[in-house]
């Protein structure tokens, strides 16, 4: 069975710091890996998408990385402004079968970032 | 990418009633999803609704407590029934991103639910 695993659970930075939020997941078999955004009492913003043959996906200030030999994902957040303060969750979604689309997520990391 | 809305936003309920959640996607999509999250959690799959048929459920989840209808491929509804106080979460709609491969999964906006 999946579990995915988020560190740290909670993360507090003064803007402007350049930061790296962690997601481990223990079967390497998988389709692909997507970092979504929550703030609080809402639902999830799709941040970025890496399918399983690629190494890294970027959008703006964010760069996410994908080793997935190792179980490893990083989403790295440069120059983190206040407005980046939420929840980001990574999930995991297994090969092409049909039983199934079922994406496993990890915790999350509670981001707070102060001016 | 797909729009998701769902209604209502947010409710408080009474012990005991049932409220039914509407999802409405802006494009004819194949996969909808129900996830549940309860406070200070992370997101569990209800079940995945089927067009035109049953819904799948996940483990720990049952069709009387959580009816799920699909009418077409652009709308769902989860009902949570009998509620009780430990059924207070978001309640949220996704939907998978194409029809021929699993790709990107997008998420509607939720629907808070209180259970008193």
């Known amino acids: 069975k999946q579990e995915v695993t988020q560190i740290p659970a909670a993360l507090s930075v003064p803007e402007g710091e350049n930061l790296v939020l962690n997601c481990s997941f223990t079967?390497?078999?998988?389709?692909?890996l997507q970092w979504f955004r929550q703030d609080p009492g809402k639902g999830l913003t799709s941040l970025l998408l890496?399918?399983?043959?690629?190494r890294e996906q970027t959008s703006g200030r964010l760069n996410a990385s994908l080793d997935k030999s190792s179980g490893r994902s990083t989403l790295y957040i440069a120059a983190s402004q206040p407005g980046d303060s939420a929840t980001y969750l990574c999930?995991?979604?297994?090969?092409?079968?049909?039983?199934?689309?079922?994406?496993?997520f990890g915790g999350g990391t509670r981001l707070m970032v102060k001016p | 990418s797909a729009v998701i809305s769902q209604k209502p936003s947010r409710d408080i309920c009474q012990r005991g009633t049932s409220l039914t959640i509407q999802c409405q996607v802006d494009?004819?999509?194949?996969?909808m999803f129900w996830y549940r999250q309860q406070p200070g959690q992370s997101l569990t799959l209800i079940a995945t609704a089927n067009q035109g048929s049953e819904a799948t459920y996940e483990s720990g989840f049952v069709i009387d407590k959580f009816p799920i209808s699909r009418p077409n491929l652009t709308f769902s509804t989860l009902t949570v029934s009998n509620m009780s106080p430990e059924d207070s979460s978001i309640y949220l709609c996704?939907?998978?991103?194409?029809?021929?491969?699993?790709?990107?999964?997008?998420f509607g906006p939720g629907t808070r639910l209180t259970v008193l």
């Open positions: 079967d390497s078999a998988i389709y692909n």
């Open positions: 890496i399918q399983s043959s690629q």
């Open positions: 996704s939907v998978g991103g194409s029809q021929v491969s699993y790709n990107e999964q997008f």
């Open positions: 999930a995991v979604r297994p090969p092409n079968n049909n039983a199934g689309n079922m994406l496993t």
């Open positions: 494009s004819q999509v194949t996969m």
